[in-house]
Nanobody
């Protein structure tokens, strides 16, 4: 079984910063795609940022220039540095990853999420 555990959420004022972390643990052979999604109340879950095993990144337009996704393959961890936060960034943030669990199988896993609230 693979677990993804997020940390780093909290309450921050507008224009503030937060850094989210997501560590993978359990039995697996490798990690491919890693990403961050978010879901605000009454809205659909949306992709925020994603990063390939080779380091190629992609961001939703609303966070470009403010958020940075990175990963530490040695620690099986993905990060999301969030700067210049806005109230509309308020949401529960989820980590996801495509993990190779055996020679013949890859599976997608999700973390439980961490709440980010941007408010004065």
């Amino acid at each position: 079984q693979v677990q993804l555990v997020e940390s780093g959420g909290g309450l921050v004022q507008p224009e503030g910063s937060l850094r989210l972390s997501c560590a993978a643990s359990g039995r697996f052979l490798g990690i491919y795609y890693m990403g961050w999604y978010r879901q605000a109340p009454g809205k659909q879950r949306e992709m925020v940022a994603e990063i390939s095993s080779g380091g190629t990144t992609n961001y939703t337009d609303s966070v470009k220039g403010r958020f940075t996704i990175s990963r530490d393959n040695g620690k099986d961890t993905v990060y999301l540095q969030m700067n210049s936060l806005k109230p509309e960034d308020t949401a529960r943030y989820y980590c996801t990853s495509n993990v190779r669990t055996s020679i013949l199988q890859t599976s997608v896993y999700w973390g439980q999420g961490t709440q980010v609230t941007v408010s004065s």
